[in-house]
């Protein structure tokens, strides 16, 4: 009986113990890796599960002119200082071209007017970004999926990264440039455009000018602005701190479907 | 007070202690898992809203929109900065604890102050891997229970109110005797009274619910996959206010909940959600 009643009392003390660690130190036990990577086992759960229940390419709601946002909020980099950029910037964009190379078959070097002299897709869309505010814009812009198709995939490809030309956090190696990636699910998706208009008109610069991605079935910070470059690779793990995105390597999800 | 008049007209027994089994296993367990849940979606919660402190109805809303709950941060005269909630066109200064509070020492604009969040301080991609981590066991944790409920009859036998509870000079009754702290005594306490019994419904079949699909609504994933939840909700804007306000709700429920659990025996009540035993007064002779 006594020894019942000890048990019962040590499974009670550990229990509350475990619940004022779990509640009271958190913050300093983030930090040691053990717990983070128990913790990201839910971003693959999560990522299975959206996978399995999108699967059949379900589209991202589209709206109407009528539900667009009044003002569409501009965030992160409002206008690169790169000066290459800016040089581009000032004749219009003329000079600038998106290249498209790494494991294809024919790397691209596409102009504007090449783009748009592809077949477009334009849809009204819910841009959500990861602080919890939305905005609904209207995007013109060529699938991805043609560019991919050009370009052709080689053997063994199964990301495309986007290169931009927006340095958002100034470091001295370079390793603040904005950069995303995506796999080929979400790259042959109908609704995976390469922007370059925006409610009708060119894109803003606030807003990617000349060409920005919309992958809408996740999160903000996807959406690449400023485009320069699509590298298709088998892994990013090369690229910066390896995780596969300016905002990835700073601790978000790679998949942002939540 | 009249203990002895009753003794004597039952006659037979005393009034005797006896332990009851009030909660089975998996209620045991479910329940103590949701505590740990709670806590942490909570305030990792609190952190991601920390991220754009105002809420929106319908399918958009940002900085340029109207919102009917801001968290905000202004100068004021001395251009010190001042916390500030704004419900619809109504400002309460609340500097220190919403809108600015001290953040190493200085005031800083912050939704909700930093001992409310997780982690302390400011990181959204940090609350929101343990906001997902737990909302996923939270999601488990409740289906299990629900599983539970139905097939071991949890729910018919001790949540739904019986008729004689719901008659409103019962509910007046106990009503009453809350109001003045005065529980259930002896065979009555067998059961739960019906006002636990409709809070319990409430939280398990209402809040908790809205919680995990107003949660599923924010996310552009799941509002490709199941476009009705969107339709549910009237916005995904609408869904994360609702979600907010469900949360305030549930805080409120646990707050309750609490004070009623101080008031009617710390020791039975935390004895019996451990180990299952409850005990209660009781004047059945000894079988």
Same mark, same amino acid.
């Given at each position: 009986?006594?020894?019942?009643?000890?048990? @019962?009392?040590?499974?009670?003390?550990?229990?509350?113990?475990?619940?004022?660690?779990?509640?009271?130190?958190?913050?300093?036990?983030?930090?040691?890796?053990?717990?983070?990577?128990?913790?990201?086992?839910?971003?693959?759960?999560?990522?299975?599960? &959206?996978? =399995?229940?999108?699967?059949?390419?379900?589209?991202? @709601?589209?709206?109407?002119?009528?539900?667009? %946002?009044?003002?569409?909020?501009?965030?992160?980099?409002?206008?690169?200082?790169?000066?290459?950029?800016?040089?581009?910037?000032?004749?219009?964009?003329? $000079?600038?071209?998106?290249?498209?190379?790494?494991?294809?078959?024919?790397?691209? %070097?596409?102009?504007?007017?090449?783009?748009?002299?592809?077949?477009?897709?334009? &849809?009204?869309?819910?841009?959500?970004?990861?602080?919890?505010?939305?905005?609904?814009?209207?995007?013109?812009?060529?699938?991805?999926?043609?560019?991919?198709?050009?370009?052709?995939?080689?053997?063994?490809?199964?990301?495309?990264?986007? /290169?931009?030309?927006?340095?958002?956090?100034?470091?001295?190696?370079?390793? !603040?440039?904005?950069?995303?990636?995506?796999?080929?699910? $979400?790259?042959?998706?109908?609704?995976?455009?390469?922007?370059?208009?925006?409610?009708?008109?060119?894109?803003?610069?606030?807003?990617?000018?000349?060409?920005?991605?919309?992958?809408?079935?996740?999160?903000?910070?996807?959406?690449?602005?400023?485009?320069?470059?699509?590298?298709?690779?088998? %892994?990013?793990?090369?690229?910066?701190?390896?995780?596969?995105?300016?905002?990835?390597?700073? !601790?978000?999800?790679?998949?942002?479907?939540? | +007070?009249?203990?002895?008049?009753?003794?004597?007209?039952?006659?037979?027994?005393?009034?005797?202690?006896?332990?009851?089994?009030?909660?089975?296993?998996?209620?045991?367990?479910?329940?103590?898992?949701?505590?740990?849940? *709670?806590?942490?979606?909570? +305030?990792?919660?609190?952190?991601?809203?920390?991220?754009?402190?105002?809420?929106?109805?319908?399918?958009?809303?940002?900085?340029?929109?109207?919102?009917?709950?801001?968290?905000?941060?202004?100068?004021?005269?001395?251009?010190?900065?001042?916390?500030?909630?704004?419900?619809?066109?109504?400002?309460?200064?609340?500097?220190?604890?919403?809108?600015? %509070?001290?953040?190493?020492?200085?005031?800083?604009?912050? !939704?909700?102050?930093?001992?409310?969040?997780?982690?302390?301080?400011?990181?959204?991609?940090? !609350?929101?891997?343990?906001? *997902?981590? *737990?909302?996923?066991?939270?999601?488990?944790?409740?289906?299990?229970?629900?599983?539970?409920?139905?097939?071991?009859? #949890?729910?018919?036998? $001790?949540?739904?109110?019986?008729?004689?509870?719901?008659?409103?000079? /019962? =509910?007046? /009754?106990?009503?009453?005797?809350?109001?003045?702290?005065?529980?259930?005594?002896?065979?009555?306490?067998?059961?739960?009274?019906?006002?636990?019994?409709?809070?319990?419904?409430?939280?398990?079949?209402?809040?908790?619910?809205? +919680?995990?699909?107003?949660?599923?609504?924010?996310?552009?994933?799941?509002?490709?996959?199941?476009?009705?939840?969107?339709?549910?909700?009237?916005?995904?804007?609408?869904? @994360?206010?609702? #979600?907010?306000?469900?949360?305030?709700?549930?805080?409120?429920?646990?707050?309750?909940?609490?004070?009623?659990?101080?008031?009617?025996?710390?020791?039975?009540?935390?004895?019996?959600?451990?180990?299952?035993?409850?005990?209660?007064?009781?004047?059945?002779?000894?079988?």
């Amino acid at each position: 009986m006594t020894i019942r009643i000890d048990r @019962r009392r040590l499974l009670t003390g550990a229990g509350v113990t475990a619940a004022a660690a779990a509640l009271s130190a958190c913050a300093p036990l983030s930090a040691s890796d053990g717990i983070r990577s128990v913790l990201d086992m839910a971003e693959q759960l999560t990522m299975r599960a &959206q996978r =399995l229940l999108l699967s059949g390419d379900a589209l991202a @709601r589209e709206f109407t002119e009528a539900d667009l %946002s009044p003002v569409f909020k501009s965030n992160g980099t409002h206008n690169p200082d790169d000066e290459a950029y800016q040089r581009l910037a000032e004749g219009g964009f003329a $000079d600038w071209r998106l290249q498209v190379d790494g494991m294809v078959e024919r790397p691209l %070097s596409l102009s504007l007017a090449d783009l748009r002299a592809m077949p477009a897709r334009t &849809q009204i869309t819910r841009h959500d970004c990861v602080e919890g505010w939305s905005a609904i814009g209207k995007w013109t812009g060529v699938p991805l999926a043609l560019v991919l198709k050009a370009a052709g995939l080689r053997p063994g490809a199964r990301y495309v990264v986007f /290169h931009c030309a927006d340095e958002y956090e100034k470091t001295l190696d370079g390793s !603040g440039r904005y950069y995303e990636s995506i796999d080929l699910v $979400d790259a042959f998706h109908p609704q995976t455009i390469l922007a370059y208009g925006m409610n009708g008109r060119d894109l803003p610069i606030a807003h990617g000018a000349p060409l920005r991605l919309r992958v809408e079935r996740q999160l903000g910070y996807k959406q690449a602005k400023y485009l320069m470059r699509l590298e298709i690779v088998d %892994s990013f793990a090369r690229f910066y701190r390896g995780k596969g995105g300016f905002w990835e390597d700073r !601790g978000y999800e790679w998949y942002a479907g939540i | +007070m009249d203990s002895g008049d009753r003794k004597a007209a039952d006659g037979a027994t005393q009034p005797r202690r006896v332990l009851v089994r009030r909660h089975s296993g998996t209620v045991r367990v479910t329940h103590w898992v949701n505590v740990l849940c *709670f806590g942490i979606l909570l +305030m990792s919660g609190l952190q991601i809203f920390n991220a754009h402190p105002e809420l929106y109805w319908g399918h958009y809303g940002a900085d340029a929109d109207w919102s009917f709950l801001a968290l905000e941060a202004k100068r004021g005269e001395g251009g010190a900065i001042e916390g500030v909630t704004r419900i619809g066109a109504l400002e309460i200064p609340t500097t220190g604890v919403l809108g600015a %509070s001290k953040v190493n020492g200085e005031i800083r604009p912050r !939704g909700f102050p930093n001992v409310a969040t997780l982690p302390g301080f400011r990181d959204l991609a940090e !609350g929101r891997r343990w906001h *997902f981590f *737990f909302a996923w066991l939270f999601v488990i944790n409740g289906f299990a229970y629900l599983v539970y409920g139905f097939l071991a009859g #949890h729910f018919r036998r $001790d949540l739904a109110p019986s008729r004689d509870q719901l008659t409103p000079r /019962h =509910l007046w /009754h106990e009503i009453a005797t809350h109001a003045r702290l005065r529980f259930p005594k002896g065979e009555e306490a067998r059961r739960y009274n019906a006002l636990q019994k409709l809070a319990y419904c409430g939280v398990a079949f209402v809040l908790l619910p809205v +919680m995990v699909l107003t949660g599923l609504t924010m996310s552009p994933g799941m509002d490709a996959a199941l476009p009705w939840l969107v339709d549910l909700f009237g916005g995904r804007q609408s869904a @994360r206010s609702l #979600h907010f306000i469900a949360a305030t709700l549930l805080v409120l429920f646990v707050v309750i909940h609490l004070a009623m659990v101080f008031a009617s025996g710390l020791f039975n009540n935390l004895r019996s959600m451990i180990t299952g035993r409850y005990a209660i007064e009781t004047r059945e002779p000894k079988s």
